[in-house]
């Protein structure tokens, strides 16, 4: 079982910049890989960012060059950095763990991106 709490959103302007954390406790938390979804409203939820148990990251087109995942194993945390946010990353943001046949979410946080 591996329960998992973000934090770090909230309300920023335009070109702004905001990190996020997903916060894991559990057992073999680095064996899973870690990563991001995110929901705006009346949308499906959409893949952001992964990072595998080796530290490869895999991200959406939309938010390459702008968006960095990193974990720290040792503090069971996982990060996104989010750079030049545009109002079009405004949804809440989920942190997923993964490891087959194992899938667990945190509650998400909001980040909203207007002037």
């Known amino acids: 079982q591996v329960q998992l709490v973000e934090s770090g959103g909230g309300l920023v302007q335009p070109g702004g910049s905001l990190r996020l954390a997903c916060t894991a406790s559990?057992?073999?938390?680095?064996?899973?890989?870690m990563g991001w979804y995110r929901q705006a409203p009346g949308t499906q939820r959409e893949f952001v960012a992964t990072?595998?148990?080796?530290?490869?990251?895999n991200y959406a087109d939309s938010v390459k060059g702008r968006f960095t995942s990193s974990r720290n194993n040792a503090e069971k945390t996982l990060y996104l950095q989010m750079n030049a946010l545009k109002p079009e990353d405004t949804a809440v943001y989920y942190c997923?763990?993964?490891?087959?046949?194992?899938?667990?979410w945190g509650q998400g946080t909001q980040v909203t991106v207007s002037s």
């Open positions: 559990g057992s073999f938390v680095s064996t899973y890989a």
């Open positions: 990072v595998t148990s080796t530290g490869t990251t």
């Open positions: 997923y763990a993964q490891r087959t046949p194992y899938n667990y």
